[in-house]
């Protein structure tokens, strides 16, 4: 009988999954990293989370591992939380749960003054421009491409001090107005930005809060944003390189001065870009 009970855990562990979260403690906001490995009669389906359906990728940069990302949400609050991972193994279909525990990131908080007319904008057209200019937005973030642009890692789009650190909920003129989506770095207007990494220009627009704006889908869901850009340098459609001039600084949109506002998107949610590209440099893409 003991015999029996050992072959039995012998064969399970000849068929079990290697699979883990890089990151299974992460803060609201930020992005776990889930690897997998290459195995014979494994097939990877897809990662669920929450009621989001999330897809696995080969990673670009080393065929013997697949990847997923999961975008937490900044109002997430603390919890442990299940991921789920469907399978086919050996065409039989099977799922494995691991879990993944959600903390508090602690933002800070800090006070704006800017024109009231950005603040809580009255007019029709202007918010009728607003609305149109977010939908457009939503239906780009949402739009998770298969192919993948990544060949090596993330830089910076400039070097310059950081201003306000992402998640740094935001009082504009006395009034809550939610967090700050991205990282603001110091930039005199007509400095010059860079893209951090190769991919697909998706937009090049002056908006009415992002003011001027140019976005970059890398592949597989992940999207970095440059925002408040005085001058434009690049066209929709246009494929670029890392590190390929994107336009310049600016102060254009909801802004008290000159700066590049840098900001990424993972499935359509919003989450810290510093992070991010740390966690795919780290695990991903320097960690072959």
């Known amino acids: 009988m003991k015999f029996l009970l050992f072959l039995c855990l012998f064969v399970s562990s000849l068929f079990a999954l290697h699979v883990k979260i890089v990151n299974d403690e992460v803060g609201n906001g930020k992005t776990a990293l ?22 696995i990728f ?19 609050k603390p919890a442990q939380k299940t991921v789920k991972i469907i399978y086919l193994q050996n065409g039989i279909k ?8 959600i903390k508090d990131a602690k933002y800070k908080k800090e006070t704006i003054r800017v024109s009231a007319s950005k603040v809580n904008p009255t007019l029709p057209k202007i918010k009728k421009r607003i609305a149109k200019e977010y939908r457009e937005a939503m239906k780009i973030y949402h ?20 201003t306000s650190a992402f998640g740094t909920a935001r009082i504009y003129n006395g009034a809550l107005k939610g967090y700050h989506s991205g990282t603001d770095f110091r930039a ?3 400095t010059p930005i860079r893209a951090s990494n190769d991919g ?18 890398h592949g ?37 001065g ?10 359509g949610v919003q989450v810290d870009s510093l992070q991010l590209i740390a966690l795919l440099n780290n695990n991903l893409i320097l960690n072959k």
């Open 220 to 256: 597989e869901g992940i999207y970095t944003c440059y925002f408040h850009m005085s001058k434009f340098n690049v066209k929709t459609g246009q494929l670029v390189q890392k590190g390929e001039l994107l336009g310049l600084s600016g102060k254009s949109g909801r802004v008290t």
């Open 34 to 55: 889930v690897k997998f490995a290459k195995e014979k009669g494994i097939q990877y389906r897809v990662l669920c989370f929450e009621d989001k359906k999330i897809k």
């Open 58 to 76: 080969p990673n670009p940069l080393n065929r013997s591992e697949y990847y997923a990302l999961i975008p937490v949400s900044y109002y997430d």
């Open 143 to 162: 739009t998770v491409t298969d192919k993948s642009y990544l060949h090596s890692d993330f830089i910076l789009p400039v070097e310059s001090k950081i």
């Open 188 to 190: 005199k207007t007509g």
């Open 200 to 217: 697909k220009i998706v937009l090049v627009k002056k908006r009415f809060y992002s003011g001027g704006t140019v976005i970059i889908d």
């Open 258 to 267: 000159p700066h590049l506002h840098f900001s990424a998107r993972i499935d």
């Open 94 to 101: 099977k799922y494995k749960e691991l879990a993944l525990r």
